[in-house]
């Protein structure tokens, strides 16, 4: 069972009807008793960083989620805020974040003529560049890969984790991997046949695979 996480903030019914789609069991849930039950966890997020990180501190689940992700090692997918969250901190705002990655955000900056013209936030479909996948999160996919994204801020201090890049103005970090613990800027639950094989390939993920 796949225990997607309700603290407020995400895309959760969409995440859970592309889950509904590949025939994963899936749940949408704040309950203690079935995060601790879930083989894998999603945290997803659409907002303002500190409203995050405020919002999970209040729910009273993230001592549950380390113990399951840092103790239990337990997979757990990050999208878009969700994955910000899971590095120190953010640009964006004044509290620390889970310290999972020991990464940073900042907002997308555009100093030369040619990239005066491109708008914040990065929003819409943008390719992106497998650069380094243990897991097998994007192997399944043998064509060109596009994913949506809606965002401000982006990773950076990242490299050792990277798994994704992607460019818009400038090389960014797109998704990331540490162990069990995976995120991804962009949003698969809006990316249609991309966001199905990726949310299929975290889905198989075994022990080994993680």
Not at 143 to 170: M, N, P, R, V, W
Request: charged share 15%.
């Amino acid at each position: 069972m796949i225990a997607i996480i309700d603290y407020g903030l995400g895309n959760v019914g969409s995440i859970y009807n592309m889950l509904r789609v590949i025939g994963a069991p899936a749940v949408i849930t704040k309950d203690p008793a079935e995060i601790t039950g879930a083989s894998k966890l999603i945290l997803p997020g659409v907002g303002s960083f500190d409203q995050a990180i405020t919002l999970l501190n209040n729910s009273g689940l993230r001592g549950l989620l380390e113990e399951k992700v840092i103790s239990g090692s337990t997979p757990i997918l990050g999208i878009c805020l969700g994955m910000q969250i899971m590095t120190r901190g953010s640009e964006e705002g004044s509290l620390p974040g889970l310290g999972w990655f020991d990464a940073h955000c900042i907002k997308f900056s555009f100093k030369t003529p040619e990239t005066s013209n491109l708008k914040i936030p990065h929003m819409g479909w943008n390719d992106i560049v497998p650069v380094n996948d243990p897991g097998n999160l994007f192997g399944s996919i043998d064509e060109e890969l596009k994913f949506y994204f809606a965002h401000s801020y982006h990773l950076t201090d990242a490299s050792q984790y990277e798994i994704a890049s992607a460019c818009y103005g400038y090389q960014f970090t797109v998704a990331l991997k540490r162990g069990n613990i995976l995120g991804v800027q962009f949003h698969p639950e809006r990316s249609h046949m991309f966001g199905i094989h990726l949310f299929k390939a975290f889905a198989d993920l075994t022990d080994s695979g993680c």
